[in-house]
């Protein structure tokens, strides 16, 4: 904006500020075409030039500060005319022979006046009258020029302006630079490719400028802004940001080549929740078009399109669909989402939602219909495991090779009183044999016991006898597994009274 505020003062009323300074000391003489001849001197006191054919012969002191020439210069038509254009547009291309007024650009009241006197063409610039308080704020303004010169000469980004035919009618430093970089002539039109205005007065383009004889390119953003007489136009240079993205773009290719083998379905979504990264398994697994997807859809999208397919559980209504939707994006986005489809066709997903860099999110689709089925078969067998070894009337404990109770059955519970599985820890053996001790006569098998199920030697079955604190005769029978384990068996033996003969 403040860029915007400096070219409007610098263009607008630099003009008149410039050219004031000379108008208003030198006020215009009313002279008619004729008057005069081709040797007369041009007034002291007015922006005169006498023109002879096409050189130039003389002019006032005001003329020559107002086109920044020194005495002795050989000046010609042409290169006045290219001094006067920017002030008051094209001049006739050859000194006219008849006379003419143009009025200046942007300037109101002050005119270039060419009147033919006989061999030679005298070149006035007249100003009407200004008031005190105009030639006071002028004044002001012409102070403020150069402040404003040497800022736009040192902002960093180019910056030019256009007619309503796309001419370039000024342009700063920084523009002067980046058509050198592309050696493109700043006299002809800009060399940023931009698109046509669509009616509106404020338009961006991303544009690129090639370098003459390599490969490389300056890339700019560039702000256009309309202007009572064209366009204000302000680039921005964002090779750092093409550079990023182009990196982000490759960067994401590698990733779908990467992902492409994995059987995970993968579903990235960005910031806005737009689809950004899928690999084929996404695909297989959902049975989503390729082309849909694609089109980088909405997160909403993708899941409307999965209830459609019937590839998620059937919701009991739209709204509470919604909903959930909604609170499975929120824990997603914390890492929390986890959750089971169990589909119609039998098949069963895992739905893993997780936090992605710059607030996006990842979907994780995993088929595990083989996982759960093993799992559900192996709980079967051993549910019936149990139920076989429950009914079982001797007791039975099961010890692992790190020495703590795996399994024991229903007549374990009551042969000892004790219910492992009501504690948090593990039962040791240790633990186990120091129960079991309490609960039987003396007998020196426990510290055997102990040994036989934390060794890692070759082991072979063996037997002891027992008898509880009521009088209860029992054979331990200890024998090896396979992994390590132990096995220990609790079998009731008969009571000397009850022994024949």
Not at 251 to 259: A, G, K
């Amino acid at each position: 904006m403040e860029l915007t505020i400096a070219l409007s003062i610098g263009i607008g009323a630099g003009i008149a500020a410039f050219l004031g300074a000379f108008f208003l000391r030198f006020p215009a003489a009313q002279v008619t075409a004729g008057q005069g001849n081709a040797s007369s001197p041009p007034d002291v006191t007015k922006t005169e030039i006498i023109v002879i054919g096409s050189r130039i012969a003389d002019m006032t002191d005001p003329a020559r500060e107002l086109l920044a020439t020194e005495p002795g210069d050989t000046l010609d038509w042409d290169w006045l005319c290219a001094r006067l254009a920017p002030f008051f547009g094209p001049l006739p291309a050859t000194p006219p022979t008849a006379p003419a007024r143009l009025p200046a650009r942007n300037a109101a009241g002050i005119d270039l006046v060419l009147r033919p006197e006989r061999q030679a063409l005298r070149v006035s610039v007249e100003a009407q009258a200004v008031a005190a308080g105009t030639q006071l704020k002028l004044h002001q303004q012409q102070a403020e020029l150069p402040r404003l010169s040497r800022a736009l000469a040192l902002v960093p980004c180019p910056i030019w302006q256009t007619d309503d035919n796309n001419r370039v009618t000024w342009f700063n430093a920084a523009y002067e630079d980046a058509c050198a970089q592309v050696d493109a002539p700043t006299t002809g039109p800009a060399p940023f490719d931009l698109a046509a205005p669509d009616g509106s007065d404020t338009h961006r383009n991303r544009t690129a400028l090639g370098a003459r004889g390599d490969d490389s390119e300056f890339w700019y953003e560039v702000q256009s802004h309309r202007t009572c007489d064209g366009w204000m136009h302000f680039a921005t240079n964002i090779d750092t940001i093409i550079r990023s993205e182009i990196n982000q773009r490759s960067f994401l290719q590698s990733l779908t080549r990467i992902f492409a083998h994995l059987p995970i379905g993968l579903a990235v979504f960005d910031r806005d929740h737009r689809l950004a990264l899928f690999n084929p398994a996404l695909i297989d697994l959902t049975g989503l078009e390729a082309e849909f997807l694609s089109t980088r859809p909405k997160l909403m999208s993708v899941f409307d399109a999965l209830r459609e397919a019937r590839m998620m559980p059937e919701p009991k209504n739209y709204q509470g669909w919604r909903e959930h939707l909604a609170a499975v994006t929120a824990a997603a986005a914390s890492d929390l989402y986890v959750e089971t489809w169990e589909l119609p066709t039998g098949r069963i997903y895992r739905i893993t939602g997780r936090p992605h860099p710059d607030a996006g999110i990842a979907f994780l689709f995993e088929d595990i219909s083989s996982e759960v089925s093993l799992t559900r078969r192996f709980r079967r067998e051993l549910e019936q495991a149990h139920g076989v070894l429950d009914s079982f009337e001797e007791a039975v404990a099961v010890f692992s090779h790190q020495g703590a109770l795996s399994f024991c059955n229903e007549a374990y519970r009551d042969l000892w009183g004790d219910d492992p599985d009501a504690c948090v820890a593990d039962l040791s053996v240790t633990e186990a044999t120091a129960r079991w001790q309490a609960a039987c006569a003396p007998s020196p098998v426990w510290g055997d016991i102990r040994g036989f199920v934390l060794s890692l030697r070759d082991r072979a079955v063996w037997e002891a006898p027992l008898v509880t604190r009521d009088g209860t005769p029992l054979t331990c029978r200890i024998s090896p597994m396979a992994g390590g384990a132990t096995l220990l068996r609790f079998i009731p033996a008969p009571r000397m009274a009850d022994a024949p003969g």
